[in-house]
């Protein structure tokens, strides 16, 4: 029997499917990555279903680092 892991995405309570079109992305203290959805063995441990889901990861991470006092240096 195969062991299969399930991924929800990190915003809304989806489960990833077989077909679905999902994001994978990293947010650290100066940087936020995404990419579309290739292989969970990824060093990515964050996941998005949807544009819309990103774009809430991202507003959440600029909210965060502007409350952190975040500069360019």
């Known amino acids: ?3 299969t892991q399930r991924i ?4 809304c309570p989806k489960v ?3 077909a ?6 990293n947010a650290r203290a ?3 990555t995404f ?3 290739q292989s969970p063995e990824l060093e ?10 990103c774009v809430t990861i991202l507003s959440r991470t ?4 502007g409350r952190s006092g975040l500069r360019e240096a």
């Open 1 to 3: 029997m195969a062991l």
């Open 8 to 11: 929800t995405c990190d915003v």
């Open 16 to 18: 990833k499917g077989e």
């Open 20 to 25: 679905n079109h999902w994001f994978m992305f």
């Open 30 to 32: 100066r940087d936020i």
């Open 35 to 37: 990419e579309p959805w």
């Open 44 to 53: 990515y441990k964050s996941h998005a279903c949807s544009e819309a889901c």
């Open 62 to 65: 600029l909210s965060d680092w």
